[in-house]
């Protein structure tokens, strides 16, 4: 069984944790477990819930109306909601829900839905990366099992691979960019989401992958000089220090920009050496990207 935090249920539906205590004390719907230390968790039941919930409630529901409906009515509203962001929160939801009961089959079903009316491109954009972007503090937390992991992974990076050799830009950018994960790092799909962007784009890309040592990177490097060497760190072991990475980094590759981008980026509170630019949000990647040219 999966068990989930209140800070889960905040990052995943966007509703504070004191939100969701007062909600706790003032309604039925959410009846969280405690252990023996009196501190909250959640079963995967709750989380769709809430899920659910924090939608309707975001496009205009009020919570006194929600609590009073049935699963079914609560259901049928959701369904109801005609806001195109509205539709796009409900099935990045869905593919939660998929996930969290190694549904799949369904997921993968919603998917090909979007992609059948919607085309990759919309697919990516529209729903994966939001998708990808909601779940990703859970891989952090270890608050899903690795199958439902693997799983997972295997069906997206399949889409985003479709993606990538899809992609058709308007002109091609004179700038090389190479991909890759430290040692340790196997949260590939950030990374194949830039390469996606990248690649429609027009800029060049060097992909190298998941789990590479750092000199393989410095060879890469010296034989094909790319402009920028980029990585997305979503979570890695204990034993990874952020700037000892850079440090080492810096020596064996030391004239060629680095650019950091994912969850430890956004959490890097530190100064940010010479060469070294953090991309803390998708806005900020987008402009990185943007600014290739």
């Known amino acids: 069984m999966n068990v989930f935090t209140i800070k889960d249920l905040e990052n995943l539906s966007g509703i504070k944790a004191h939100t969701i205590r007062i ?31 924090s939608l309707l409630n975001k496009y205009g529901y009020k919570i006194s109306h929600i609590d009073k409906m049935s699963e079914q009515e609560l259901r049928s509203k959701i369904i109801s909601l005609t806001d195109m962001e509205a539709r796009h929160e409900r099935l990045v939801n869905e593919l939660i829900a998929h996930m969290i009961d190694l549904n799949v089959e369904r997921l993968e079903q919603v998917l090909d839905n979007y992609v059948l009316m919607h085309g990759i491109d919309r697919t990516i954009t529209q729903i994966i990366f939001p998708f990808l972007h909601r779940i990703g503090i859970l ?40 991909l890759f994960l430290p040692e340790g790092e196997y949260h590939e799909l950030g990374l194949l989401y830039v390469h996606y962007l990248l690649r429609s784009h027009g800029a060049r890309v060097l992909y190298l992958g998941a789990d590479m040592p750092l000199r393989d990177v410095e060879f890469v490097s010296k034989y094909k000089q790319p402009d920028f060497l980029y990585t997305h760190l979503t979570g890695i072991g204990g034993n990874f220090n952020l700037e000892k990475f850079i ?47």
């Open 139 to 178: 891989w952090i937390t270890n608050h899903i099992q690795p199958a439902q992991e693997h799983l997972v992974s295997n069906i997206i990076r399949q889409k985003l691979v479709v993606g990538i050799e899809g992609a058709m830009p308007v002109r091609q950018v004179q700038r090389t960019v190479l």
């Open 23 to 53: 909600w706790e004390q003032r309604y039925n719907f959410l009846k969280p477990c405690r252990t023996d230390t009196n501190i909250r968790y959640y079963c995967s039941e709750e989380l769709k819930t809430i899920l659910n919930i």
């Open 247 to 293: 440090l080492q980094l810096n020596q064996r590759v030391p004239d060629i920009p680095l650019v950091i981008s994912g969850q430890l980026a956004r959490a890097h509170s530190k100064k940010v050496p010479r060469g070294v630019n953090f991309k803390r949000s998708l806005a900020e990647v987008l402009e990185f990207v943007a600014s290739l040219g």
